[in-house]
């Protein structure tokens, strides 16, 4: 799928990516932006184990509102809107067209930023669903679904419009994607804060079921897509085995959507038995995304010190490690032992912050340069970045995974008092704030090339505008 | 998938048996839960949290306190019990009998064979059930959760995360509103090394004016002289919401400590 760019009916590359640099701008940003503060959210978080009454007379710093705060801003701030923006412009290139509505992502941007500060603003004052995963208010609910769909359409116009008629692997991924998330998220949030909420435990099953496919299912087949796409175009060479990629896509979406409920939770048995049984399933096609993404990536002679290639590679490996660490707890003995640790979240965090979100800054830092014209102002600090992250992500996830594991068989002796349990997973946590402070860093670098490429390209802007209208016009009409 | 349209109905498809499979069934299945009784009693189970109570509930969810505690009992298993009653005529036989049989941990055949050997013997025993598991040896809960327990709750909050104790019976184990109170003020004054954080923030510090609703609190913690600690209303309903904690009733899903037929 690699040359299509260059191919005679479709528009040129750089006609394409010049339709995307507002939008793409404007997503990106405000990802950025989101990410630095959910992971200094998260930091703080952490540090209270440390120090429990830090910050503590401030309501809005307690512990139970920063750490969903934190994960979704991380989540709804971050990886979703910055991988609907690298997803527009696959689906751009991929098409050979530009941007269908080019104006659409650039208002749903907006309204989706709006949403996300509604939504953390809330938690933090209370307002929380207490549902983990959907804890945004119901405005902030409704304003992300409608961007999304804003989104989605622009993207779905793009690609029915499109000049480039072949349907690659990466469209398989990107479009179950843009069908997966507006399902999953209004389903839920419809039943979970509606008028008549369902009774008792129906609300966790609906909610065990939305957190899975936001988490494993979409973030897998978002992050696949954006990788499948990548892979072989800084590689150089197509994607290999793309039988094994249509076998892991089938099987993710049929499989992987029915994982979820945690063995032993207090419902009807056969909700965690299918579960496991899923859990199971699934296992394949992880294994065969793996090996895709390994026969793509190993022959390629890309040298990438740091480069998008190198986030690529780090996040297609998170991914196979998350996605295990997450199924083999579907196993009852395995899933009832590290049931409540911190195992899952340090899986969790493996998958959003290692795979996900390092897959979508590759993408981000190989289109920047392209969308907005301008080279990176600090590519060094880019490369910094990678190599931030990956340390960042190992000491910050790791540890949680192993120290759960350690506390899980801690907490099934009953001979070992709680705090002591408690106690063997302070080390570990204090180790995982280590990774936490150098996720901040990297994600600053990030912040700190897309705000000076976003201002030199309004100056360039104004003095483009400036050079065009100063002879006829007055001065005072110009508006960058 | 040669089109998007092929695309479109695997994607469709697949999230569509999920969704009936885990939103739509359990909806129909689990939301026609209906209230149960206690077993071998007419007792109706869950009672409604009172209004208190209720309203606390909303300060959990609010101060996101399951970030950090379950109210999940797990169970292992189950296991028989045979207790002595009566030692009939002869006690000291019996009673010599009894103390060389095992007669904890045991499954059904094993306890009744005990308890029918201490029969012969002349002596009386109740066989008892009782659940097993780490938990249950905690102290957390006489048997594990089950669905019915959170009927009345909106939003369900059973928590994924151990960083402090399961709250399920937190109610039964601490029945006392002033210390729900005091651990929630200063909750290294009851655990000392505790990583619990203070809910301060739900207290409000006033000039002492001798109410009855002040905190008693331990030296080291206490208001300077001349001011008291009294609790705000969310502190009151989030302690009248942890008294209600208590989800131990042995039920038919769910038995443990009935009399079992010797």
């Not at chain 1, 049929?254 to 939770?265: D, L, N, Q, T």
């Not at chain 1, 056969?270 to 394949?284: C, F, Q, Y």
């Not at chain 2, 040896?137 to 994924?160: C, I, K, N």
């Not at chain 2, 008294?243 to 400590?257: F, G, K, N, Q, V």
Request: proline share 6%; charged share 10%; net charge positive.
């Amino acid at each position: 799928m690699n040359p299509i760019d260059n191919k005679s009916p479709a528009a040129c590359s750089s006609e394409i990516d010049a339709s995307l640099r507002v939008p793409l701008l404007a997503l990106f940003g405000g990802a950025a932006l989101w990410l630095v503060v959910g992971l200094v959210l998260g930091l703080l978080a952490g540090l209270k184990f440390h120090a429990p009454d830090l910050l503590g007379a401030c309501p809005l710093m307690t512990y139970g509102r920063l750490a969903p705060a934190a994960n979704d801003a991380v989540l709804y701030g971050f990886a979703i809107p910055a991988a609907l923006g690298v997803i527009l412009w696959i689906m751009s290139r991929l098409s050979g067209m530009p941007v269908a509505l080019p104006i659409v992502p650039v208002v749903a941007a907006n309204i989706w930023n709006v949403g996300v500060l509604v939504g953390i603003a809330g938690i933090l004052i209370g307002e929380s669903t207490g549902y983990p995963w959907l804890e945004f208010p119901r405005a902030a609910a409704v304003l992300l679904f409608a961007a999304f769909l804003l989104i989605a359409v622009s993207a779905a116009a793009t690609f029915g419009w499109r000049r480039q008629r072949e349907l690659f692997p990466a469209h398989w991924f990107l479009f179950a994607a843009l069908l997966w998330f507006p399902w999953t998220y209004s389903s839920a949030n419809l039943f979970l804060t509606a008028v008549h909420v369902p009774r008792g435990m129906v609300q966790a099953v609906i909610d065990w079921w939305f957190a899975n496919n936001l988490l494993f299912v979409w973030l897998g087949l978002a992050g696949v897509g954006i990788a499948f796409y990548f892979l072989p175009k800084i590689g150089g060479r197509p994607l290999a085995s793309s039988g094994y990629a249509l076998f892991g896509f089938l099987t993710l979406m049929f499989f992987g959507s029915w994982v979820g409920i945690p063995v032993g939770a207090p419902v009807p048995a056969w909700l965690p038995t299918v579960s496991t049984v899923a859990a199971m399933l699934s296992i394949p096609p992880v294994i065969a995304i793996a090996i895709v993404s390994l026969r793509t990536a190993c022959g390629a002679k890309v040298v990438c010190f740091g480069g998008p290639f190198c986030f690529l590679r780090f996040g297609l490996l998170s991914f196979f490690l998350g996605s295990m660490l997450y199924l083999i707890t579907g196993c009852p003995r395995f899933g009832h032992l590290v049931q409540f640790t911190w195992y899952s979240v340090g899986q969790t965090q493996l998958t959003l912050l290692g795979f996900f979100v390092m897959v979508v800054l590759g993408g981000i830092y190989e289109i920047l340069s392209k969308t907005s014209g301008l080279e990176l102002p600090f590519p060094k600090l880019a490369k910094a970045h990678c190599y931030l992250a990956m340390l960042g992500v190992l000491l910050y996830a790791v540890p949680l995974v192993i120290g759960g594991v350690e506390q899980g068989i801690r907490l099934q002796n009953p001979a070992v008092p709680f705090a002591d349990a408690n106690a063997a997973a302070l080390l570990w946590l204090r180790i995982s704030s280590t990774g936490q402070i150098l996720l901040i860093l990297g994600s600053l670098l990030l912040a700190l090339n897309i705000f000076v490429m976003t201002i030199k390209w309004k100056i360039a802007l104004g003095k483009s505008l400036f050079a065009a209208v100063t002879a006829p016009l007055p001065v005072t009409e110009v508006k960058a | 998938m040669k089109t998007g349209i092929g695309v479109f109905v695997a994607a469709f498809a697949a999230l569509g048996a999920s969704w009936a499979g885990f939103v739509l069934a359990p909806s129909l299945q689990l939301g026609g839960t209906k209230v149960t009784t206690v077993l071998n009693s007419t007792d109706e189970y869950p009672v409604q949290r009172p209004g208190e109570a209720a309203l606390g509930l909303q300060v959990y969810r609010a101060n996101g306190c399951a970030a950090c505690h379950t109210q999940q009992v797990q169970q292992d298993g189950t296991a028989f019990e045979v207790v002595l009653t009566g030692a009939g005529k002869d006690p000291v036989t019996v009673s010599n009998l009894a103390a060389g049989l095992k007669l904890t941990g045991l499954t059904k055949e094993a306890a009744d064979a005990a308890a029918k050997t201490i029969a012969d013997a002349g002596g009386k025993t109740e066989t008892h059930l009782s659940g097993t598991g780490a938990d249950i040896s905690r102290g957390w809960g006489s048997r594990h959760s089950v669905a019915v327990d959170f009927l009345y709750d909106a939003p369900v909050q059973p928590g994924s995360l151990r960083a402090g104790p399961d709250l399920t019976n937190i109610g039964a184990r601490a029945a006392d509103a002033n210390w729900q109170l005091v651990h929630l003020y200063a909750p290294k004054a009851i655990v000392k090394d505790s990583t619990m954080p203070s809910f301060a923030y739900l207290f409000e510090v006033r000039a002492a004016t001798g109410s009855a609703e002040a905190l008693k609190l331990p030296a080291g913690f206490a208001a300077p002289a001349g001011f008291e600690v009294v609790p705000t209303p969310a502190a009151r309903h989030l302690a009248a919401y942890l008294l209600s904690l208590h989800a131990d009733a042995p039920l038919y899903e769910a038995p443990y400590s009935q009399l079992a037929k010797p």
